[in-house]
């Protein structure tokens, strides 16, 4: 474009060589990919009308996408892990501990499969999560209202076929098996109210998404890139291509050929850079095996789903957002609570006393408190 623009002004340009100081008529381009900031990794939120929210995936950049809805923390406490891939998962730290940052109280419950080995299971991860982040966990206590870094794990057996996995509120989700990387993929099911939706997370298409989801409201299957759109743009070789897009994941052609045999009112697909040269290779490859009602998923898409009628829209959101105030209520922290420093780094302290007192007094003064500083 920019060279184009250059070219567009030549005239203009040489009309000014030896008549004027012509430095500042150099344009020197960076080009970024544009596809880095409008797609995160796999992560849907479900609204229902009851008040309950759900998460299916926390993939990376997910966190960053759910602060611009400008949804209260709270409200994000339930998490559903298809599988235990980054890109499904990467985010799970930021939503934990970012979530505390943001005003969660609540606890955190995830639910996720076992795996053929315990190493393998959703339990086993989020433990190691939480050793990996002790330090960021002990310096909160006692200074912020922790009580939303506790995590609650509901680790349920890979193999299960649709079988309950949760139940409140008038809400059923079960689970089933999925075919991906490794045993312990599963898929989920959700139904209230008479509505049906079913996420596949990553897989293979398989007998038990065929059986089980049939006739759901709302679909959403991985439609993973086609192999021309991996070896034209991410360089894979073709035999990685085709392995990756057609065994690992499910291509466009599978994905349509899938939502033709289940029928569902909406098939969603996701899980491919949804852009403008992509996406009509996308598109093409579907529609040669199924041609009902399709959406492409991009970041902040939302379905409207009841009864009569699936409105498909795009979220309005917030990137200049700061955290939601609790519904809950947060506590005052225990300062006693707090593990401290070592003398060493204590003694390192350099204190302005007359600079603390000046800001202790103005927010005493505006907030009606009467906090003394620290000595």
């Known amino acids: 474009m920019v060279e184009h623009l250059k070219k567009t002004y030549t005239w203009d340009v040489d009309g000014r060589v030896g008549n004027t100081d012509t430095r500042g008529l150099s344009i020197e381009v960076t080009e970024f990919d544009y596809k880095l900031p409008k797609q995160a990794a796999s992560c849907f939120l479900v609204e229902l009308g009851n008040g309950d929210k759900f998460l299916f995936d926390a993939g990376t950049g997910s966190a960053e996408r759910l602060s ?108 089933i098996p999925a075919i991906h990387a490794l045993d312990g993929s599963v898929s989920f099911i959700m139904e209230w109210n008479g509505l049906k939706l079913s ?103 939302v379905w409207n789903v009841t009864k009569e009628k699936i409105t498909t829209r795009m979220a309005a959101i917030d990137e200049d957002i700061w955290p939601q105030p609790s519904v809950l209520g947060v506590k005052r922290p225990d300062p006693s609570k707090r593990i401290g420093f070592s003398k060493y780094i204590w003694d390192g302290r350099v204190n302005y006393p007359e600079v603390l007192k000046n800001i202790y007094d103005k927010i005493n003064k505006e907030y009606g408190t009467d906090l003394a500083p620290p000595q």
């Open 199 to 301: 996420f596949s997370s990553d897989t293979y298409p398989n007998k038990w998404w065929m059986e089980h989801t049939k006739n759901s409201d709302l679909a959403i299957h991985e439609c993973f890139a086609s192999p021309k759109i991996l070896i034209d743009k991410q360089k894979f070789p073709p035999q990685t291509a085709l392995n990756v897009g057609t065994q690992v994941h499910t291509s466009p052609a599978q994905f349509g050929k899938v939502m033709a045999e289940i029928n569902p009112r909406m098939a969603v697909g996701f899980h491919f850079f949804n852009d403008y040269d992509t996406q009509p290779i996308v598109l093409a490859d579907i529609r040669e095996t199924y041609d009902g009602a399709l959406s492409l998923a991009i970041d902040y898409m």
């Open 68 to 175: 611009a809805m400008k949804i209260p923390m709270d409200y994000i406490d339930k998490i559903f892990l298809g599988h235990l891939h980054s890109d499904h998962i990467g985010d799970l730290d930021a939503i934990w501990i970012g979530g505390v940052v943001g005003n969660r109280v609540a606890p955190l419950r995830v639910w996720g499969p076992s795996g053929a080995e315990e190493k393998y299971g959703t339990k086993y991860m989020v433990e190691h999560l939480k050793k990996t982040y002790t330090w960021d966990v002990d310096g909160r206590v006692g200074n912020t209202d922790t009580r939303g870094l506790s995590i609650e794990v509901t680790e349920f057996d890979y193999k299960l076929v649709n079988e309950i996995i949760y139940q409140e509120n008038g809400v059923t989700i079960r689970s």
